[in-house]
Each structure stands twice: as structure tokens, then as C-alpha cells.
């Protein structure tokens, strides 16, 4: 069950409209009625998401020297049909005709399904376990769960379909649709078969209407397409990292689940290109090998369990888990930097994908998950998408998409070569000359063999050279040699493999909120020459907020504590008296009394770090008077 | 004439060539041929993008204590059909239906006059100033200059059309085209009339298609539709502002000028809410008021002139050439953050919106332009919208986006009420009777008073009610009263006007880069324990890249003057003795030889402006030793 910071039972509604009151976030649209899938960030959760980013910058981009770049979000069709979004990036939704009402697909079977399976149990008068997230879910469509006692068979066949419901394509959705008598949940409608809808953005890009495009749904292919150049600015060393901040774009068919279920939101993708062999080492793997994490690997899941094993990361390396160390590296990095904004470590974990799961060209893939309230969210995914991408693009375009590396040792082959003679060629094959030189090129070194042992035997060859004559040509001695000889080969040219840390900045803030979330039960009542201490503070760099409002000091003091603000300065009577303040530390709702210099300067130490609130409590007096009002 | 920061003619292709080597900017998909009007940012224009949104959020967002807020790029329909984008936000476009090209119609005829006029000065042996950015467009599309002498009537005819280009709406333009006989210039083929081409990016929201919507063409929206929510986070406290940092999206009809006209581009928007009442005053404009800045007014413009007036801002308002204080107010913030950031201020004037140019809800309306080698380029814009936004969107979803204040002096007001008997009004009027009711509120006081007369002499009123009867009904003295009354007000409900600061970065990191750049004429050859050295300066929070190249030292030292780099360090055959190492400063090139802990500290005082190169140079020994190579 979801807690709070300070362990608490967590209430969502109660901390989600306090995130809404407060304006951390808020509908788009509102006034107009909403769009779902669609928020707004308010100055608190504004401020919350560029402190975040500001940390990502630190600990990826500047710690590990990537190279940052900014790429557009519209992107015509023929790239994301290169990558293979055009065909795959699609879920499978079912309409019903007479409403009109649309469902995804194995969502509808899921929750159908386990509606079945509660009213079951509660015919059996077994305890029902509630899923938070999926009873809620599920409550929106399936209004109320039937007490229907199922038979035992039947039910094993439930929970096996459940169990594998990620699995499923459009007709095995539908023929499951069929077999359970799965209708619209609401009216009883029957349903269409599911087809197939793409979860990307549509529009057209100039006035001619003839360059489809997209709202991109990752920022990973605008950085894949600029390898090339990034690689020339990173003077030709490998590995290296590039990574991009911006918006993506997924047109989720229902979205529901607040902020981790949206369709327009801020990405954070590292693209680490690693040299496939050697084993994609990492040279700082060191720094991290003994860091535990808490991991829910492939078998155990398929058993059916959710059962985490806590490990070293070179252990899990080590023992094949996690596929390499630069995967690992970036796992445990990822776990740092969760850490490091506030993430509570005990809600980390880290889930490997099943194997149906990951896309095929994947070698490895891991989900970094948290613990909510509505369950275990992936808030990043980490994979090793091999050499896929570059090859398409490079394949696509014939861009070099490359690596190019002077051997250490020149590699020496031997191999056997064709050498024709050109000034017969021309006259004997004439406009076929072209045609069966390029059929000769094409010879595999085993069929080379083959054929140098005809010549030394017959004076000639055939070979099959499509389009010419009837098929077949024949070449005599005079025309060709064969030979086997030694090439030496100076440079290894190699598709980089990527390992893709792709952070879902939005769902990381939402699981923030709630980690970072607590209350006070007892929150009561305690206690201007403002605008001189706001300049300063201004001046000095301390965001802060005037609170003149009419509101009692103890309502401002609660308001402040849910919008997170650290610290508060109180001007009261006496300031006017003698230009003493109080400060206010949030936590621990103590105070100490100073001139307005040293309470500026101590929350500008604060702010940055220097100091903690025991280093300021020890060295100003503490404020333990008369509370105002 | 456009000119580097050292005063030398500036060559564009040569910069331009720089920055795209350099990889401050490459055009997106460029492997796949590219996209017109999409580029994106490599690593150093993406810092130095990070590095301008940095300082425009602390000397706007935390300086001015603004409520900043992130909201989303989809918008639905009915939010911009309200807004007027739907209907108005278009430009002009003409098709030759033979070949499919598609021409912006104000640029076709500006063009082939331009070229027409161009031909006419050389026929006449005149010379001919050559407006760069002009003419680089021209050649584009209209290949050759005809040497041709135009009758001097056709002259001053073109002149004048050229003078109003931005006024002609559709219609204008195409008999324009007939008129002058403008044609494609590339085939002469015959053009189709101008229709209008939304500049809006559509896209379907959601499963259904049923969700129209589009990516926003400004980021204004958005912060309008919240204005109620941010009140209430301001404590109902007025004047504040809102202020956005975002991308946003225009399907530019075909897109030239490099970064400066582009269909996706990053944009700092603030919506200053202020009290219509009072002149607009703001409370901080004492601060700026002896600012001198160069204004091009409405009337010189008129003349045909582009000479500026210099004049402090605080006269510019008080004779009334800037509307209001708070508008002056932001005119002389946006200047002052130009030259923060390194703008040129020689090359900053203040452009006033014509008339016609402006929205016409618009008070007044000013450009900030900035001189390159395209010319003067609007970067900024500076609007008083008025209360037309909220309006529109408070009277389509009835949402109360207005401003309610208790009245210091409760107002009393003097007014004829008319009372209704509503128990006898039923059964007289049945079905009719809320629509006659309707009616006789909407009656004005001019009226009412007219009635009363009515009332007293006849016993009897007659007025009209679209629908009911005849369309005029009687009602007698049975069933209402008219009289004089006073009633009181303690409350008074605006809207607020809108004061907006609208920055195009993009356009703005542009100019940056061209006012900045220069080169060194004599750029010669001057010359690791680099891991360790890497590793503090990133402790110490700066960002830094090593330069292991085999090329020469100079060859470093020259590329990373073009990235501007500010500082290198190097590291040679005595630091490998005595750890010690050089510093360089980029524009001097001197440099000083220190300890390595020196070094850094140095450097991370000179990236924070704690201290200045001269400084430095002051206090560590300068290195004037062999360069190494």
C-alpha cells in the first residue's frame, strides 16, 4: 500500500487536490471543458520540473560530457517510417457501433475479466485483494462487479490470460473478445473486432499538404539522424553519449491516470553509443559495482511472482543478469539520480522485460520503477537497442551512419580475387558489360574458389548473370583471372550499438510529489517592511513569494507548507521596532530570531546548501516568544 | 551594412558556415534531404539556448516575481476558433497549377517590383543600393533582373505599393497580380488567385477524430485560459504576470532565412494583467525612466523614413509616443535584457506598429528589432492587447476570467428598476412569459425612464419582444412598476488589460550569434594530466570538454575560439614536471602559468563573473614562455 513520506496512509485524493489547489498542476482547457491526457504545470510544479531538469543536466550532461542537442518535435513520415513507427507504434482499440464509445482493447479485456474474477471470489467469500490502480480503473467502465461464482477451470483460464495480457496482437484480442462474450461494460453493446490505431500525431507540414508528418513520439531518432555529425564534433572518439530534453507526443486512445498517463510530455533521452565488441565495457563500471539494487528479473516474473532480489550491480553484471556493464552503468546511475531529487530509495525497482515484451531488435531492456498509489510506474526505461536504429537510417538514406577506426594491427585477409580484363570486356559483352561485371563482384569467396579451379581446368567459367542472354554466361581465361591473395585492411568500419536511458520527466515529478507528500495532523495557528526584504533576497537570488494576504499566520504558514516553500520569514511588530525577523524552517515548524542581514543571508545559505537548518539553529537564536494573533 | 563585433563587413556565408561546422545548428533530417523551416541545435547552440533562457527566467520570471507556467502545445479547436486564430491567423498564398509551386502572394509581388524597379535603376544608369536581405531572397525565385526603364508614373506607382506591401488582404493582392502582370517568375506560367492558408499545424485529438486541434501558435493562450487559477495563486492580488518559455508552431508557407523564419521555435512569453483604470501605471517605472532608447514611430515610418529618435523612455510616455508606463516599462526590460545578454546596442531600435499592422483590439504595439545582415529583424514584440483575449474566452465559456475588488467607497449608483408582479405575469403571458421578461431586462435606462412616463400617463407600456404575438406587447400597471432608485455597489468587476512581451529566442540567438561573431586575422600556431583536471573543474560545477585531437595546438585554440570557448587550459611538458598550467583567454589569447588548484579556481570565478580576465592577469603570473609546436 502507498504511504507517505512520513508513513502514513497515503490518500490520493486528499494530496491530489491539494496538487490541484495549489496549482502544481491543472487541466488544460479547463474553462472549455478539458481535454483528457492534456495538464498544465503552475508556478510550483513549473518551478519543481526545471529544478528537476536542472539536476538531470548535472548529473548526465555535465558529469558524463554529453553532448546536448535540440531537435525538432514535427517530423516527416518517411523517418518514422524508417524506424518503424509508422507500421508498429499502435494500439488495438475496439469501437462500439451504436455509442460510438471507443475502448482500448486489452485494457477492456483486463478489466472485464478481473471483474469476473473479484465476483467470484466474492461468492466464494474469499477476501478480495484490491490493485488501487486497477479497481479504480476499472470502476469508471465496470460500473458494478457481478457475485457470480465461476467454475474453477474457468477461472485458471482467467488468470492465465491476465497473466499474459501485454501479449496479446489485434486478433488474439478479438478472439478472446468473442470466446469471454466481452461486450461495451456500460450498455451491453456488442463490439466491433479491434483494429489497429497509431498513437501518433498527424499533420501535414507546408501548404502543399504532401509532406506528411508527426508530432514525434520519442526524442531518440532526431538524435540518431545528426550521429554522424555528433560524432565529427566529438572528433571522431568513441563512445560518447547525446541526449535531449523536450516534449514528445503519444495520442493515448482513453487517457486516464492523471499525470502518468498524458499525451503530450517532457522526455529526458540519453543515446549512448557503444563499439559492439569488446563487450560494451564501461571505463567508470567501478564506481558503481557495489551500489545494491532492488531487481525483478525475466524468470521470476514469469512465475508469476513480484519478488525483488537485492544485488550489487556488478554482481548482476557479472552473472549475465544485466546484459553488460555500460547498461549496468546507466542502471545505476539512473538510481542515483532518482536518489538524489528525493525519489524514496525503498520505491525504486528495477524490472527486466519479458522477452515477447521487448522490441526485437533489443538486446536487453530494463524499466526503472516506482511505487505509487497506483501501483509500480515505469518512470524510465533503460535499453541496449543494438545497432538497429543507425542501420535502418543508414540503409534508408545511404548516410554513413559509421564509425571509422584505424586498426591498432592492420587486419590482413586472404581472400580470393577476380581480375577482368576491361579492353575485352567492353567488345565482347558490350551493353551487358556493366550487368555481368557487377553478377562477377557479387561472387561469394566460396563460389570464387569453385570457379578458379573450372578456369584452371576447362580455360573458362559460367556464371548465372540475370537478364543476359539466357541467364547464364560464359567467360574464358582470356577475359578473367582468379587469384588468391593477401588484403591488408587499415581501417574497421562498425555500426555503434545504443544503450537508451529514456527518462519520463512528468511521471517522475507526479511519483515525487507523492514520495515527498506528508502532513501535519495538529497544523494550528502561530504568527510589514516586506518590500525591502524581498529586493534583497531578489538581489541575492532567493526566489521567494510575499504572502500579505488576509488569511491568520497559521493558515499562511499551512498554505506554504503544501506548496513545499522551505522557509518563511515573519515580520511582526517587534521588526518594526528593531529590523528583527523570524525565520521559520518548514520541517520542524521552529524559528529563530536575527537582523534582516543575517535572516537573508542564512536563507541564502540554506537555499544553496551551505548550511543546514541545525547549522542556522545553533548559530542564531532561537524564537520561542509569542505567536501573533 | 551588417558588421562583425570588431567592425569588419560581415560575410554570412562564412559565419553561417561556421556555426553549421561547428554544429551550433544543422538543418533537422538532413540525411533524409531536410525539411525547410526545421533545423536543429548541437551541443553549442543548445548551451548557449540553455544559457539566454536562464538569464531571460532570472531577469523577468524572478526579478518581476511572475508566475511561470508550462502548458500544453495541443489546443483544441474551439480555443483558437475563440481566439480568432482559426479565422484570421492566415497568409496569402497563389499556386501556378501547372507546376505545383505555391508562392506567399506578399512576397511574389514585393519581389517582382523590387526586381522590376532594381531593372529600371540600371536602364537609368543609377546605382542600386542592394538591401542584402532582400535581394538574397529575390534571387531565389526571381533569376534575372530585366534592364528595362519604367515610365516614371510606374516608378512612384511601385514605390507606393511597396511602401503599404503588409496592408493588402487577399483580394488587393490578387489584382495586384493582375494589374502589374505578375507571373512565376521561373516559367512565366499564369498564377491562380490568392486563397487564404491557415498557418496553424491541425492534428485529431483522441481515437475518434471528433477532437479537432492544433499545435499553438503562441504560447499566450494557454497562460489567458488560466487567468482565474493564477489570481487565485496570487491571492486575488492585482497587477501580476504570467509568464511561458515554449515551444511553438507556424506552417510558414515556404521558409527561407535560415533561424529566421522557421515553423518551430522556442518562445518566452509574458502576460502582464493590469488595471484598465488608473493610466497604467507601474510601480518600478521610476527605475528605467532615464533610459535612452532609438524609437522609430508610426509617423516617420508613414513618411517613408527608417531614422530613429533617441529619448528616455520616461519622456517617450509622458508625451505619449509609448502608451502607458507599464508598456514603456517592459520596452526598456526587454532592452536591458538584449544587452545582458550580449546584443549589440548600436543595433537595437524600437519599431512602432503601424495602424493597420496592429491587432485591432491593439492600444499600441512596438517591435524590437535587431540589425543583422538580413536586416532589421523583429525579435521581440511588445503589445498592449487590451482586454480582448479574456473577454472573448470569458463570453464563450461564461467562465468569470475578470478581476473583483472591493470598492474603497462603496459606489452608489442611481437607476430605474423595473419591478414585475410575477404571480399575475404566468397566467398572463404562459408559455411567453420568461421571453417577455427577458425583454424588459434588457431594457436600457434611456428607455425605462421613457416608460415610466408612459406608465403614469396611459397606465399602460408597449414594448417589443421578438416572437411573442405581433412582436409587441402590452403590459399594464397591474403587472409592473417602474421607478427610480439608488442602489449601492461595494464591489467592482474588470477585466484586465494585457500587457505582452513576446520573445522569439531562436530569432534572438541568431542575432546573438551574428552581432558576437568576429575572427582574428593572423590566427597563428601558439601549444596529459587531463582526467584529473577534467574531473575538479566538473566538481566545482563548470562545464568543460578536452581537446585531445592530433591536431595542432593552434588548430585547438582556433576551433574552440569559433565554438567560443571562453578559457583553455593547457597542459604540457612542464606541467607534467611541476604541475603547473596554462591559462588562455579567448579574446586576448594572453595567457597566465599557475598550480593546477589555482587554475581552476580561476576559472570558476572568471564562468561566474566573480572575477574579470583582468583581474586574473593581475594577480597570476603571465605566461609569455615558448608555445609548444
Redesign the interface.
Known amino acids: 500500500m502507498a504511504t507517505t513520506k512520513s508513513g502514513q496512509p497515503f490518500d490520493r485524493t486528499v494530496c491530489e487536490s491539494l496538487l490541484r489547489r495549489?496549482?502544481f498542476y491543472?487541466p488544460?482547457?479547463?474553462?472549455?471543458g478539458g481535454?483528457?491526457g492534456?495538464?498544465?504545470?503552475?508556478?510550483p510544479?513549473?518551478?519543481l520540473?526545471?529544478n528537476v531538469v536542472d539536476l538531470w543536466?548535472?548529473h548526465f550532461v555535465?558529469?558524463e560530457?554529453m553532448?546536448?542537442?535540440?531537435?525538432?518535435?514535427?517530423?516527416?513520415h518517411?523517418?518514422l517510417k524508417t524506424s518503424g513507427h509508422v507500421d508498429k507504434f499502435a494500439d488495438w482499440?475496439c469501437k462500439d457501433p451504436k455509442t460510438?464509445e471507443?475502448f482500448r482493447a486489452d485494457h477492456l479485456v483486463e478489466e472485464v475479466l478481473e471483474s469476473r474474477l473479484k465476483g467470484d471470489k466474492e461468492a466464494r467469500g474469499q477476501k478480495v485483494v484490491v490493485d488501487e490502480e486497477k479497481d479504480a480503473k476499472r470502476k469508471k467502465k465496470v460500473k458494478e462487479t457481478k457475485v457470480v461464482k465461476l467454475d474453477n477451470a474457468v477461472v485458471a483460464e482467467y488468470e492465465e490470460v491476465l497473466a499474459q495480457i501485454d501479449n496479446y496482437d489485434g486478433p488474439e484480442l478479438g478472439a478472446l473478445i468473442v470466446k469471454y462474450d466481452i461486450k461495451n461494460p456500460a450498455t451491453n453493446g456488442e463490439l466491433l473486432p479491434p483494429v489497429a490505431?497509431n498513437l501518433m500525431?498527424?499533420?501535414?507540414?507546408?501548404?502543399?499538404s504532401n509532406?506528411p508528418?508527426y508530432?514525434r513520439p520519442e526524442t531518440a531518432q532526431?538524435q540518431f539522424?545528426?550521429f554522424?555529425?555528433?560524432l565529427e564534433?566529438n572528433?571522431q572518439s568513441m563512445p560518447f553519449a547525446s541526449a535531449c530534453i523536450g516534449?514528445s507526443?503519444r495520442?493515448e486512445?482513453?487517457p486516464r491516470s492523471g499525470l502518468l498517463r498524458v499525451?503530450?510530455f517532457l522526455m529526458a533521452e540519453i543515446e549512448h553509443f557503444v563499439d559492439p565488441e569488446g563487450g560494451k565495457k564501461h571505463p567508470r563500471f567501478h564506481e558503481v559495482q557495489d551500489l545494491e539494487l532492488a531487481f525483478l528479473n525475466r524468470e521470476v516474473q514469469l512465475s508469476g511472482s513480484t519478488a525483488t532480489t537485492k544485488m550489487g550491480i556488478g554482481k548482476a553484471v557479472a552473472t549475465g543478469l544485466v546484459d553488460n556493464e555500460t547498461l549496468g552503468y546507466f542502471l545505476a546511475r539512473i538510481y542515483l539520480f532518482l536518489k538524489k531529487i528525493g525519489i524514496d530509495e525503498s520505491k525504486i525497482r528495477l524490472r527486466q522485460h519479458m522477452q515477447n515484451e521487448m522490441a526485437h531488435y533489443a538486446t536487453d531492456c530494463w524499466d526503472v520503477e516506482l511505487f505509487t498509489s497506483y501501483g509500480w510506474i515505469e518512470c524510465v526505461g533503460c535499453a541496449d537497442r543494438s545497432a538497429y536504429d543507425l542501420s535502418v537510417?543508414k540503409n534508408?538514406?545511404g548516410?554513413p551512419?559509421v564509425v571509422r577506426q584505424t586498426r591498432a594491427e592492420p587486419l590482413r585477409i586472404e581472400e580470393w580475387q577476380v581480375d577482368i580484363d576491361k579492353k575485352k570486356f567492353g567488345p565482347r559483352f558490350k551493353k551487358d558489360s556493366k550487368t555481368v561485371e557487377t553478377a562477377i563482384e557479387a561472387l561469394t569467396q566460396d563460389v570464387r574458389e569453385k570457379l578458379s579451379l573450372d578456369l584452371e581446368k576447362n580455360g573458362k567459367i559460367e556464371i548465372a548473370v540475370d537478364g543476359v542472354g539466357d541467364g547464364k554466361v560464359e567467360i574464358g581465361k582470356d577475359l578473367v583471372q582468379i587469384e588468391k591473395r593477401t588484403r591488408v585492411e587499415n581501417v574497421r568500419e562498425y555500426t555503434p550499438n545504443v544503450i537508451e536511458p529514456s527518462f519520463g520527466i512528468g511521471r517522475i515529478l507526479y511519483c515525487l510529489m507523492e514520495h515527498a507528500y506528508w502532513s501535519r495532523p495538529d497544523d494550528e495557528a502561530r504568527g510589514p517592511l516586506i518590500q525591502r526584504l524581498?529586493l534583497k533576497l531578489?538581489r541575492l537570488?532567493v526566489?521567494n513569494?510575499v504572502?500579505?494576504?488576509s488569511a491568520s499566520i497559521g493558515k499562511r504558514y499551512s498554505r506554504n507548507d503544501e506548496l513545499g516553500t522551505p522557509f518563511g520569514i515573519t515580520a511582526d511588530f517587534q521588526s518594526v521596532k528593531d529590523n528583527t525577523f523570524t525565520l521559520r524552517d518548514r520541517d520542524t515548524t521552529k524559528q529563530v530570531r536575527a537582523s534582516e542581514d543575517e535572516i537573508c543571508n542564512a536563507v541564502k545559505s540554506l537555499a544553496e546548501g551551505e548550511e543546514t537548518w541545525e547549522d542556522v539553529l545553533k548559530r542564531l537564536p532561537e524564537f520561542t516568544g509569542q505567536e501573533v494573533e
Chains 1, 2 share one sequence.
Open positions: 495549489r496549482l491543472t488544460s482547457f479547463e474553462i472549455y481535454v483528457s492534456l495538464y498544465d504545470y503552475g508556478p510544479g513549473c518551478a520540473q526545471a543536466r548535472k555535465l558529469e560530457d553532448l546536448e542537442v535540440d531537435t525538432s518535435m514535427l517530423t516527416p518517411e523517418v482499440m460510438g471507443i490505431f500525431f498527424q499533420t501535414a507540414i507546408g501548404p502543399s509532406l508528418g508530432l532526431g539522424l545528426n554522424q555529425k555528433l564534433f572528433q516534449k507526443f495520442n486512445i482513453s499525451r503530450e537510417h534508408k538514406t548516410a551512419l524581498t531578489r537570488g526566489s513569494r504572502d500579505d494576504s
